[in-house]
């Protein structure tokens, strides 16, 4: 069982940055590959960016790659998501999930996720 509480949502204006983390309690954090996902109002879930558990293996969106950027600390049991560049279009919930797998494991799926935090909201403004 792994419990998941996100932070570091807010207020920004475009252009501006801010940093997600999610903190991991319980057992076996480092076998576990982490993502972040969000959901904007009305808005299905979506992925966002995802590392495996060795932090090898990153993968990002197209619509975040190269402002946005992931990162993991075992010894921590935190993931973290840095957003640069921000734009209103990134408002949202953010959410992290985690689900067992290999060395460099990563998916882009929200069912492929057996845990969930509750999330944080990022609002952006023009």
């Known amino acids: 069982q792994v419990r998941l509480v996100e932070s570091g949502g807010g207020l920004v204006q475009a252009g501006g940055s801010l940093r997600l983390s999610c903190a991991a309690s319980?057992?076996?954090?480092?076998?576990?590959?982490m993502g972040w996902f969000r959901q904007a109002p009305g808005k299905e879930r979506e992925f966002v960016a995802a590392?495996?558990?060795?932090?090898?293996?990153?993968y990002y969106s197209n619509s975040v790659k190269g402002r946005f950027t992931i990162s993991r600390d075992n010894a921590k049991n935190t993931v973290d998501l840095q957003m640069n560049s921000l734009k209103p279009e990134d408002t949202a919930v953010y959410y992290c999930?985690?689900?067992?797998?290999?060395?460099?494991?990563?998916?882009?799926?929200?069912?492929?996720?057996?845990?969930w935090g509750q999330g944080t909201q990022v609002t952006v403004s023009s």
């Open positions: 590392i495996s558990w060795s932090g090898g293996n990153t």
């Open positions: 999930g985690a689900r067992r797998g290999g060395l460099y494991y990563v998916s882009v799926a929200v069912s492929a996720y057996e845990y």
């Open positions: 319980g057992q076996g954090f480092s076998n576990y590959a």
